[in-house]
């Protein structure tokens, strides 16, 4: 894992995996970090939108409107967990390739989101 101090201000990251679990490929979540203290993003079927404060390495949102769109079970499953994951304070870490991982007070990994690949990249 890298020592690097991770920046999510001003970035966009996909959301590639949710409590250990890779994120269906036919689903694209994403969080974007603005530099107001503003998210928004996509939870999978939704947009979602709210704020968010870093503090030390500690994140936390605080309350996060969404759409209102229906999709399939398994996108609204998905959905559902991304909701809830950031629904309590994480700590911010840094992960191998510019990903990072956001993590829950017992040490699990919650949240794996990584910036989005450019394309041409593999």
């Known amino acids: 894992m890298s020592t690097e101090p991770v920046t999510l201000v001003g970035s966009t990251f996909d959301i590639v995996e949710v409590h250990g679990v890779p994120v269906l490929e036919s689903s694209s979540p994403d969080i974007t970090f603005g530099t107001d203290g503003r998210v928004s993003g996509r939870a999978t079927v939704n947009r979602l939108m709210g704020q968010y404060a870093v503090e030390g390495d500690v994140l936390r949102f605080g309350a996060l409107a969404t759409t209102m769109m229906a999709g399939p079970p398994e996108h ?7 909701l809830s994951a950031l629904g309590q304070p994480l700590r911010v870490e840094a992960g191998d390739g510019g990903d990072v991982r956001l993590v829950s007070d017992d040490g699990a990994v919650v949240l794996r989101p990584q910036p989005p690949t450019a394309v041409g990249e593999a």
């Open 76 to 82: 609204m499953d998905q959905e559902q967990r991304v």
